[in-house]
């Protein structure tokens, strides 16, 4: 029996230092079209889904940014029920559970349709807007406490003194929350509002005018250098294209610093300070290409200085905000480009922008609506735990042909080391190897994340088989290649879970009517054949059928239109436990 080698080995390999992740949500895409959870390394790299949400079982599709407070993460979601309202959620990322605390349309007179992230404060709790409900259908400032999950509305908007907030808050170190409305005040053109949570007193601080700014938008406020709040509109202003503003809080001072044009563009999110005290931001629309662009502002001068234009290959129309990682880069993210989103850095020092990742819509997700964070792995120990696991299981297909399934989970990326018992090794993911003889082999497999986390996996279960002159070859393959076939952006079908035990579920989010399923074991015998009721998600039950690998077939049947982006027939593998 082969002795594992050491995970030294791995070590001279090398891996990322990995003390930090980044963090955001998708609006789409995920395992069933309803949306995920991402992560990143450190570097903005190695994206994937953390979680899937499935609109099926949660009724929600997340929209804003993340926050973390009490080892979980905690966000607001578009709820689809009956009114097409809104939630916000925690999710714990060590038992993957996501739970829905608090469904907006339950009780509108408490705040409804909430489209940004919440703010953790120095009490504790988190804060948010809600756009509409309340006492005053104007919208609500809420608060939720991460202990006992209770949501309590805090202040309720009026349209004389500011509504229909859209951003975010910010909380100074005078204890106040800051934010904006996109709507109400003297000139109906929203407000910049402080509020105190410990006695809910809400101050009128300045109202927004056409001339020099109106209608805030996604963007919070923040807090510069020298002591100014400064945010930006997403119209008005000398050009009516939205401007960037500075207010000072102790003197009630408001100056419209810079005026977008047709060109510069129309700005959604809001700036942020960079390390070497420039404002950085992006607009929505404008540039040479129409799709946005990237600026810097100096609050030294006002110098403001087009750094990057969005096109088709590095995603289009970013509507949130930057940030500034521990690596000094910036990221951002477009919601949408010509494929599903795109996750971007930008060096500050060389002025240069790098596509980091562009979302595939199954499995990572698509449409990334949200601000990204960062969050240090100390806090998510229980979650970067790691593991080396695979299953074995025999091709009846072809003699003398095996599969084992890589299930290793752990931060992105891993570092392999697979040893077969015959003496040879491999250092892949996804290797294949011959063996010359029969017998019974321990075939260990040993990994590192990239949070150094070590885990070795052996099992000498299986008894290799040949018969003379035939050698015998194994092939590890993804848990991805025993399932779907990847098809295109929206049109995709699911079968999960994979592996399974007892059922099986069909998700098509583009239903076609007339298909059946054909489900054949390896020797190609069918042991399940049926038509899939006309519905978007169907289940069915394989309980009785035997432990192995099983081929599925969805099949459409002739004489109907089908859309060109639904083929007549998709195959793809799922094993049995």
Not at 295 to 300: H, K, L, M, Q, Y
Not at 315 to 328: E, I, K, N
Not at 373 to 388: G, K, M, R
């Amino acid at each position: 029996i082969f002795t594992i080698l050491s995970l030294s080995l791995l070590m001279m390999i090398g891996m990322a230092d990995g003390q930090t992740h980044l963090w955001g949500t998708c609006t789409g895409g995920g395992l069933v079209g309803s949306g995920s959870i991402f992560m990143t390394d450190a570097n903005g790299q190695n994206l994937h889904s953390v979680f899937s949400f499935d609109a099926s079982i949660n009724d929600i599709e997340p929209i804003g940014s993340l926050v973390f407070a009490s080892g979980k993460f905690y966000g607001i979601a578009h709820l689809w029920d009956t009114i097409n309202s809104y939630s916000c959620y925690s999710f714990d990322p060590a038992s993957g559970i996501l739970t829905n605390i608090h469904n907006f349309s339950a009780n509108l007179q408490y705040g409804d349709t909430t489209c940004s992230g919440l703010t953790l404060a120095s009490d504790g709790k988190l804060y948010g807007l809600c756009t509409g409900g309340g006492a005053n259908y104007a919208g609500v400032i809420y608060q939720i406490d991460p202990t006992t999950n209770n949501y309590t509305d805090m202040y309720d908007f009026i349209d004389s003194t500011g509504y229909n907030p859209y951003g975010t808050l910010i909380q100074l170190s005078d204890g106040k929350l800051y934010g904006m409305t996109c709507r109400g005040g003297v000139n109906d053109g929203g407000v910049i509002f402080s509020f105190n949570p410990v006695n809910s007193t809400y101050t009128l601080l300045n109202s927004f005018n056409n001339s020099t700014g109106f209608l805030p938008f996604y963007g919070g406020l923040i807090k510069a250098t020298d002591g100014k709040l400064y945010g930006m509109t997403s119209s008005g202003g000398a050009n009516s294209n939205g401007v960037i503003f500075s207010f000072d809080i102790a003197t009630s001072t408001y100056t419209d610093v810079y005026n977008f044009d047709s060109y510069t563009g129309y700005p959604w999110g809001g700036v942020i300070q960079a390390t070497n005290n420039l404002l950085y931001g992006m607009t929505y629309m404008g540039g040479i290409f129409g799709y946005g662009s990237m600026f810097s502002f100096d609050i030294s001068n006002n110098i403001y200085t087009d750094l990057f234009d969005f096109d088709d290959t590095t995603g289009r129309q970013p509507d949130r905000s930057l940030m500034q990682a521990s690596t000094g880069l910036l990221y951002g993210a477009t919601s949408s480009d010509y494929n599903n989103g795109v996750i971007f850095g930008f060096d500050i020092i060389s002025n240069t922008l790098s596509v980091l990742n562009i979302l595939d819509g199954w499995p990572d997700g698509s449409d990334p609506e949200c601000d990204l964070i960062e969050v240090p792995d100390s806090l998510l120990s229980s979650f970067f735990a790691c593991s080396a696991n695979f299953s074995l299981y025999p091709d009846t297909m072809q003699a003398h042909h095996y599969y084992i399934i890589n299930n290793a989970s752990g931060v992105q990326p891993l570092k392999y080391l697979w040893s077969w018992g015959d003496g040879n090794t491999d250092i892949i993911a996804y290797p294949s190897h011959i063996y010359a003889d029969s017998g019974i082999y321990t075939i260990c497999l040993s990994i590192i994340d990239s949070t150094g986390c070590e885990n070795t996996y052996c099992d000498s279960n299986y008894h290799i088989m040949r018969t003379s002159n035939y050698m015998v070859y194994i092939d590890v393959i993804s848990q991805l290649q025993v399932g779907l076939k990847t098809m295109q952006s929206k049109n995709e079908i699911s079968i999960y879970p994979n592996p399974a035990t007892a059922t099986l579920t069909i998700y098509q989010p583009s239903l076609t009517y007339n298909q059946e399923l054909i489900i054949t074991d390896v020797l190609g015998n069918d042991v399940y054949h049926q038509p899939i009721n006309n519905s978007a998600q169907s289940t069915i039950d394989i309980s009785q059928l035997s432990i192995g690998v099983y081929f599925w077939e969805i099949r459409t049947g002739s004489g109907l239109q089908i859309p060109t982006s639904i083929p007549t027939s998709v195959r793809g593998k799922f094993v049995k436990e």
